[in-house]
Every structure is written in C-alpha cells, then in structure tokens.
C-alpha cells in the first residue's frame, strides 16, 4: 500500500521553542493531508486539513498561530509548533490521501510522540 | 451532529472470535474505515466498506448496513497481538473522516 512517512518520530524541546514536524508521501500525490493530535488513551482529534497550494483549514478551537501548517508541494506537508509548552506535548499524526474521492483512503503516518520540558 | 459510537473495551479469549460493533450517524456517508491501532503508534488500515454486506479479509471481516447506520468488525482465531485498540470511521459528504473513540480490545490467554 502507499506509504506516508513521518519526521521526527519522537521530539524533545525545551519550553518556548519551536519544533517542525514533517509529512512526506512517498509513492502518490497528496491533495490532501490531515493533521492529528491524539492523548493518551483518547481517538485522534482532527487539528487542520490541509490542500496542496492553499491555506490550511483549522478545527475550532486550534490555534492556527501556534499550530502553523504548510502544504507547498503534493508530497510534502509541515506542521510547527510554535513557542512550545508543556501542555503541547502529545502524540501528533499526519495523513494523506489523494483527494476527495470515493474509496479515497487515508493513509497514516508514523506519528511523532513530543515532549515538552 | 455527528457521531460514532463504539464500545469502550472488550475482553476476548485467544483462538475465539470477537465482534466490535460501530454505530453512525454522520452528514452523508461515503464509505466506513476500521484501522487497528497498537499502543503508542499510528494506525494501520485494516478494511474500507461502502457498500451494505461483508467484506472478509483473512481472520478480519467487516459489515455495514447503511440503512442501519451500523458496521461491525469481526476477528477470528485471535491471537495475542490482536490486543490493541479499534477506530471506526466515516467518511461524510465532504469525504471528512469522522472517528469513533475506539474500542480497547484486551485478548487473555
């Protein structure tokens, strides 16, 4: 199946500074990506969806200045945490999918796990 | 609103058979997902139903029946590393992936 691949999958940094994570798919073009912020033993929670070429679209209640989201290319989709906090550590989670299309699967990630200090 | 609503946890006994029930009622609907998702990773695709009837792959099955708002997943011969939690989710008119919370499924030997 198609592969999504995820950098950094763990990250430590100190409170105040920003940290990049990045979403690369490797054998399709993503229209689409999604970002994930998941705590523990809770669902994923939708962040933003973002399209190749356009601004981000932000769930209520996201900081779209914290959580800054780039999507310039069809396979390659950032998200930055910016001035980090301790509350911001989390599991975070990207996806891909190619549009929105029927039987359109959303592939994952590998999840970067940040931690705040 | 949207919802999707999936037991909590299960418990399920190696070799049986387990059934994870999800119900939905979502904005339009095109299409259902069950992915498998093992503590401290990402989830991993396990089947995608759109239309009503059983999709069987492997030891893992799916069901939906649209007019029901409702799917199951059923796993067969379970083994130990079947532990892990299930995510049921619809896609809506808008081809959004709406989630369930997931189920916990515990397998004991």
């Known amino acids: 199946g198609a592969v999504v691949s995820q950098h950094p999958s763990r990250v430590i940094c100190k409170s105040g500074t920003s940290v990049k994570i990045e979403c690369r798919s490797l054998?399709?073009?993503?229209?689409?990506m999604f970002w994930y912020r998941q705590f523990p033993k809770q669902s994923l929670m939708l962040m933003a969806t973002?399209?190749?070429?356009?601004?981000?679209?932000?769930e209520q209640g996201v900081e779209k200045d914290k959580f800054l989201i780039n999507h310039a290319s069809l396979t390659l989709s950032t998200l930055t945490v910016t001035s980090a906090h301790p509350e911001d550590s989390s599991f975070y989670i990207c996806?891909?999918?190619?549009?929105?299309?029927?039987?359109?699967?959303?592939?994952f990630g590998q999840g970067t796990r940040l931690t705040v200090v | 609103g949207q919802n999707i609503d999936q037991p909590t946890e299960m418990t399920a006994t190696e070799g049986a058979i387990v059934q994870i029930n999800c119900t939905y009622q979502?904005?339009?609907?095109?299409?259902l997902f069950w992915y498998q998702q093992h503590a401290g990773e990402a989830p991993t695709f396990l089947s995608y139903n759109v239309l009503d009837g059983l999709e069987e792959k492997g030891r893992f099955s799916s069901f939906l029946s649209r007019s029901k708002g409702y799917s199951y997943l059923l796993l067969k011969e379970l083994q130990m590393k079947d532990s892990a939690s299930y995510l049921c989710?619809?896609?809506?008119?808008?081809?959004?992936?709406?989630w369930g919370a997931g189920t916990k499924l515990i397998i004991k030997p």
């Open positions: 979502t904005s339009g609907f095109n299409g």
């Open positions: 989710a619809v896609q809506d008119s808008n081809y959004q992936l709406i």
């Open positions: 973002s399209n190749e070429g356009s601004k981000a679209t932000y």
């Open positions: 054998d399709f073009q993503a229209t689409t």
């Open positions: 996806s891909a999918s190619s549009g929105g299309e029927v039987n359109t699967e959303a592939f």
